[in-house]
Structure formats: structure tokens, C-alpha cells
């Protein structure tokens, strides 16, 4: 294939690699067969399965108690450099919070631009063409890069499906990590985990959102009881995770997490472009609100005209009762 | 204590946005307003250098047209004054483009007010959300990063933040000069006084160019750029469904749907 070799950046979660950069993994399998996996943390240790989702090698960076975005990029830009025409011809990374330090101290290292919020990638004529939904996913905007450099694509998680069965474990190889002088004074001193007890949110096959139409910070409760009914988890907008009812960590949305459960309840949602984009895959949509016009309705499967307060709890009885 | 913040200028976000058939790049036009994300980022600012003992808030911005009024909302909630680069050919340009162009802003204000400490952008603006550009910024400055913060303390050389991850939050430690990026909630934007935003008017504002920063326009715009968009298309729509109202008995109706998906 024209493409060349294709790179993914796979973070680490809970132990192993997270899940989002197995998925990446699985967008470069439909275009290239030759992938390296770019991992630190505990995603090093992980060769196996990321050899299983489809890379041919697994170049690893310890970090060490640094936060990764400097050592990381620092690492792959010498390694791009010294490979030359044998390098990589693209990198994805995820559109975390880590991917986007790597991605912008990539871009500024390898004098290559950038494509963020990428939701879809594919070849033509032997170049690489990214999607992008803007407008709350009402318009798909395809571009590509016009400059032989690296082509860096940041790709929003649920983009691609992980899939494994493509392999053994990879070659593991350790990328030196060249002096990152000043930029690379950050150490991490403490990490602080909260409790979350059920599925995952972006992995959980149902996923309750509360919103502003709960009223107060207490009602969040009736939420999370319906989620731990549903075996879902509790999700949440931004506006209450700007309102300091819930963590950040809860936010769906443009700036939060993208989810695609098989069943997504907007309760108290108006349903704004910006939350919309972080769930409208979910295979079904049920939303409660009491305005008849929230642009919710608008997406959803089954829609609910009512007061929160008053359809919940029943819910949550009805459900408590089978 | 010197801290630059970065104020993106916006077309008013409740408007609905639109992309130019010709260049096929999002319609900038109408009245402009301060990114909202952005002024969490001055909050904090202001914030620090009052905690600082005092010191100077520095306000910067990159707009095509001249537009000044965004700014102007930064500087009524008190910021001390301003950096615009202004100039036709940085239309159409993109994260590094823009970083670039911050950067010799960012070194510029640092001639002026005396060196900078501590750079403060938002994690993602409202209309272009890459979210790159902030930590484009800090490379190109050669400075460390800190993003998706929520808490920030500076003591002297040195900057102690509480960072925002998956699980919860980090406690990180960054030697000064640094960059953060604040998202929204970590503080509460004030509101400016009437008087605030006349004493505003009188407060500097430097428009300057590409020229004046010593950048080329090769560097930005289109050309700096180096990406094209190939296609527009539609979407494809996702159709709404039933909508019943709830007469008492609406919690039902979820239960059997739940049901006829095999959910309980
Ligand atoms: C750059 C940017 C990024 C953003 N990213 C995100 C993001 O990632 N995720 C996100 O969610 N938002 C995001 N937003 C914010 C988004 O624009 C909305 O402001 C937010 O989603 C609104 O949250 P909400 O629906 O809870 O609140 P509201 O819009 O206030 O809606 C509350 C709803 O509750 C209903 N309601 C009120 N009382 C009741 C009741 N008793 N019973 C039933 N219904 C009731 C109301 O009719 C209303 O529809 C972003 C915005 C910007 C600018
Ligand atoms: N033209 C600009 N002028 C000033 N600040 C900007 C500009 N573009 C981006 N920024 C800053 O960088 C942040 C991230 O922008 P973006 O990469 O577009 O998501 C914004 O929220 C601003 O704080």
C-alpha cells in the first residue's frame, strides 16, 4: 500500500494500554501493514496485546515520573528523524489529555501541522484523507495535508472499533529519550484517583447523563441509582460539571468523553450541539425533559416530555421492583 | 508577576456557524466576543498576580480583521493591557500557524511588561477546539506545560497545579516560566463594573502586524497552514423517535423500551 508505515501513540489505563489506543491500532490496520505502537507508562509492558491489535513493533519511552507530553514527543521526533524515509509517513494519537501534549510538541518539533477532532480517516490516491464532524455532527468535513511532513492526526476515541486476533506480540524496542531541556520540568508529585464503581463510562453498554434539569447537586443521586440499575454508567453535562456537582472525569461531550452505549438517557439534557457530539453514536437515545422543543427530542428514540422528578423516581421504583 | 493570557476573539457562538463555499473554512464575521473559555484563563490571571503581591496582566490575541472588541472584555475585567496581531494574511491559518504568531506576541509583551512568568490559555477555544495550540505555544516559547488544569499556585520560581486526568486529578510541579491551559468551572469569571469597562478604553491596546513581529506571511494563513479540506458533505441525520407525555405513567413506557431492547 501507498501509505507506508503508520505509528499509533497507545497510552497507558488501569495496568495495560487503554483501549483508545487499541482502537487506533485497528484504524491503521485498514490502512497500512506496517504499525508501531508508541507506548509508555504501564502501556509498555503490554506488547502482547498490542502485538494481538496489529503492531508489528512496540517502541517504548519511560517516562519516569515526568507528565509524558515532552519526553514522549521529544522521543518520537528523534526517532522519526533518525529513521528518515524508513519512518513512520503518519502518527495517531488520541484526542486525550496526554495525546494532545504529544501531538503539539510533536507538531512544533517536526515543523508538521496538525489534524485534531478526526472521526474517520481513509486513503486516496495514496494519500491519507481525515474526517471531521463539525456543527454537532451535522456536516463531515474531509481534509488532508498538502506538505510531505509527518502527517499527525488526532482522533477522537470511539473512532474505530479495537479488534484483536491480528497477531503475535511485536518487537519491543526502547526509543531514547534525547535531553528535553527546559519544557521538561514537570514531574508529577501525586496522582489522585476518585472512587467509580461500576463500568467504565466510555466502555459501559448503558450510560445515564444527568443535566441542569435535575434542579440540584443532590438529585445527581437518582442518577447514579438509575445507572447502578441499568449495570450503566453515570454520565454528566457540562453544565453541571461546571456547576461542581460532579468530576470532570463524568463529562460527555465535545470536551468531555465520547460515548457510544447501546443505550444512552439524556435526563435534564437540552441536548447542545457540543454535548450532542460526545453521544450521538449510542445506538439508542432516551431523553426526559420537560420542554417539548429541547433539541434533544430532536435525536432521540424515545422521548419523554415530563419533569425529572416526577419520572424518575418512578422509574427507578419500577426498576428496583422486577 | 507577568502573565500573558491568551483571548480569542469569536463570531458570537449563538449564532449558527457556517463554512465559506470558496475556501471552505468557518464564516468569521459579525460581532465578536471574547471566547467564553477564555475567561476563565483572565479570571485565573488576575487572580494570580493579586496573590503574587501584584505585577501585570497581559492580554493576547490574534485576530484577521482588527477586532479588538473580545479584548476589550479582558481588559474590563482587568487586565492591564494588550497584544493584537492583526493582519490579512493570517486568514485560513491553523493550530501552529496561530501558535506561531502567540509565541512572537507572547516574547513581545515580555519586552514590554518585563519577562513573562506564566502563560495562560484555555484548553480548547469554542469555535476551533483543536486544543493544540496551547501546548504548540509553550514549545515554540521553550517553555514547560501544564494542561487541563483546575488549581494553580506560584510561589516564587516555581508553579504547583493540580492537573484535571481521567481518574481524578495530579499534583504536578513546573519550574516558572510555564504555560497552563484552564478549562472551564476552575474559577468564576467576574463581571466588569460600568466603570471597569470605561476605565478599559483608556487602557493599551497594541494592534500590531506580521511585519512588526518579524514573522512572514509564508509562515501563516493558508500557506502556513499546509492542509486543504478535499470535501463538505451532510451528515447523515439521526431521526428522532417516539415522544409521549408524561401523564403519570411515562416511566412505563421506558420500562418496556428498555425492555424490547433486551437492557433488563
Ligand atoms: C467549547 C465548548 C465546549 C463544550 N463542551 C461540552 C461538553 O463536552 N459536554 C456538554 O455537555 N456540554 C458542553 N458544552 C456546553 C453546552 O453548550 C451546554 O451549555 C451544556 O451541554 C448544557 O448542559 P445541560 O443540558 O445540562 O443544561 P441546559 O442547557 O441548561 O439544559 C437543561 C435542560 O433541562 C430541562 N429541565 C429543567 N428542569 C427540568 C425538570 N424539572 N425536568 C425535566 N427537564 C428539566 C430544561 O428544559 C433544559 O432543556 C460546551 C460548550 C462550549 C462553548
Ligand atoms: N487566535 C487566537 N488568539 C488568542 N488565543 C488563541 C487563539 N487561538 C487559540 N488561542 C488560545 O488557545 C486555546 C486553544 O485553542 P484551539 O487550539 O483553537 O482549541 C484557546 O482557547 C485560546 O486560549
Known sequence: MAVGTIWAVVEPSSGGAATNGLELLRGARELTSTIGAVTFGDASGAAETLGDHGASTVLTVDTGNAMAGVPVAAAIAAAVEARGADGPTAILLPQTYEGRDIAGRLSVALDAPVLANVVGLE???????????????????????????????????????????????????????????????????????????????????VVVSGGRGLGDK??????????????????ASRAIVDAGWVPYSYQVGQTGKTVKPNVYLAVGISGATQHMVGMKG????????????????????????????????????????? | MHVAVCVKQIPDPAAPGRL????????????????????YGVEMALQLV??????????????????????????????????????????????????????????????????????????ESTDGYTGTTPVQLAALLDLPAVTFVKKVVCDGSKVT??????????????????????????????????????????????????????????????AGARQEITEVLAAEERKGGDIVEDDGDAHLRIVSYLESLKVI
Open chain 1, 123 to 205: 486513503e486516496r490516491d495514496g494519500r491519507l484523507v481525515a474526517e471531521h464532524a463539525v456543527f454537532g455532527g451535522s456536516t463531515i468535513v474531509k481534509a488532508a495535508f498538502t506538505t510531505d511532513r509527518v502527517q499527525l492526526f488526532v482522533v477522537r476515541p470511539k473512532t474505530f472499533v479495537a479488534e484483536g486476533g491480528a497477531g503475535g506480540a511485536g518487537a519491543v524496542e526502547a526509543l531514547p529519550i534525547p535531553d528535553t531541556g527546559r519544557p521538561g520540568a514537570t514531574t508529577v508529585v501525586a496522582r489522585h484517583a476518585e472512587e467509580r464503581i461500576g463500568p467504565k463510562l466510555d466502555e459501559a453498554p
Open chain 1, 218 to 235: 443532590e438529585r445527581f443521586a437518582m442518577i447514579e441509582e438509575l445507572a447502578r440499575l441499568l449495570k450503566g454508567a453515570p454520565g
Open chain 1, 282 to 322: 449510542a445506538k439508542k437515545i432516551i431523553a426526559i425533559n420537560k420542554d417539548r422543543e429541547a433539541p434533544i427530542f430532536g435525536i432521540a428514540d424515545l422521548g419523554v416530555v415530563g419533569d425529572v422528578n416526577k419520572v424518575v423516581p418512578k422509574l427507578i421504583d419500577a426498576l428496583k421492583s422486577r
Open chain 2, 50 to 123: 493579586q496573590a503574587a503581591g501584584g505585577g501585570a496582566v497581559t492580554a493576547i490575541s490574534m485576530a484577521p480583521n482588527n477586532e479588538i472588541k473580545g479584548v476589550k472584555d479582558a481588559l474590563a475585567m482587568g487586565a492591564d493591557s494588550a497584544i493584537v496581531v492583526s493582519d490579512p494574511a493570517l486568514k485560513g491559518s491553523d493550530a501552529l500557524s496561530t501558535a506561531r504568531v502567540l509565541a512572537a506576541a507572547v516574547t513581545r509583551a515580555g519586552d514590554g511588561a518585563g519577562p513573562v512568568d506564566l502563560v495562560v490559555t484555555a484548553t
Open chain 2, 161 to 222: 497545579v493540580e492537573r484535571q486526568t481521567d481518574e481524578g486529578y495530579d499534583e504536578v510541579e513546573s519550574t516558572l516560566p510555564a504555560l497552563v491551559t484552564v478549562t472551564a468551572g476552575v474559577v468564576e469569571p467576574r463581571y466588569p463594573s460600568f466603570k471597569a469597562i470605561m476605565a478599559a478604553k483608556n487602557k493599551p491596546c497594541h494592534v500590531v502586524g506580521l511585519a512588526d513581529l518579524g514573522l512572514d506571511a509564508s509562515q501563516v494563513g493558508f
Open chain 2, 20 to 39: 465559506d463555499p470558496e475556501t471552505k473554512t468557518l464564516v468569521r464575521e459579525g460581532k465578536f466576543v471574547m471566547d467564553d473559555s477564555d475567561s
